[in-house]
T-cell receptor, first 114, second 106 residues
Framework: DTEVTQTPKHLVMGMTNKKSLKCEQH?????MYWYKQKAKKPPELMFV???????INESVPSRFSPECPNSSLLNLHLHALQPEDSALYLC?????????????FGPGTRLTVL | EDKVVQSPLSLVVHEGDTVTLNCSYE??????LLWYKQEKKAPTFLFML????IEKKSGRLSSILDKKELFSILNITATQTGDSAIYLC??????FGSGTQLTVLP
């Protein structure tokens, strides 16, 4: 199994809703990432987990809350989002953190905040 | 602050042409430079480069890194319409360049 899966594929939510994005990989990778990508822009790193511990938080607002329940799963909890948070949210994994391995991306969750 | 700059921003060629995409970087604690291809969905990994002067090849694509001059190039020979995509480079999987939009016309 060499893929990263993400659910849901699409999500529409209001500014008062609470929702979660899910990411899963079964490649035994120990590093997992969340990126945000706006239209016609490159991915922007949000969080990096290494061995289930948060190792990088790129000054992301607290309305985004990551969670890594185990080495295969990564969640992103969303609460009180703003319309400008609408974007494609990409999850990725790599064997280790530190940028010395290839990296696999999931298909992304297209989020729309109304 | 880490910086990755790609050029050109966009490129239009005809099938059969050879293209060279550029990526320069200024990062602290550099370990690797990665190239990805992004069509309509998520980026797909192409190459990871960690050492200068060692060319990586995959079919018609090749890439090389120069750690002294802090840049990398991605070459695509005999381009096909299926090569049309955005090509992204990143330093250490953390900072991405803005991408090069490649369009290959039949």
């Amino acid at each position: 199994d060499t893929e990263v899966t993400q659910t849901p594929k699409h999500l529409v939510m209001g500014m008062t809703n609470k929702k979660s994005l899910k990411c899963e990989q079964h490649m035994g990778h120990r590093a997992m990432y969340w990126y945000k990508q706006k239209a016609k822009k490159p991915p922007e790193l949000m969080f990096v987990y290494s061995y289930e511990k948060l190792s990088i938080n790129e000054s992301v607002p607290s309305r985004f809350s990551p969670e890594c329940p185990n080495s295969s799963l990564l969640n992103l909890h969303l609460h009180a989002l703003q319309p400008e948070d609408s974007a494609l949210y990409l999850c990725a994994s790599s064997p280790e953190a530190g940028g010395t391995n290839e990296q696999f991306f999931g298909p992304g969750t297209r989020l729309t905040v109304l | 602050e880490d910086k990755v700059v790609q050029s050109p921003l966009s490129l239009v060629v005809h099938e059969g042409d050879t293209v060279t995409l550029n990526c320069s970087y200024e990062v602290t604690n550099f370990r690797s430079l990665l190239w990805y291809k992004q069509e309509k969905k998520a980026p797909t990994f192409l190459f990871m480069l960690t050492s200068s002067g060692i060319e990586k090849k995959s079919g018609r694509l090749s890439s090389i890194l120069d750690k002294k001059e802090l840049f990398s190039i991605l070459n695509i020979t005999a381009t096909q319409t299926g090569d049309s995509a955005i090509y992204l480079c990143s330093a250490r999987q953390l900072t991405f360049g803005s991408g090069t939009q490649l369009t290959v016309l039949p």
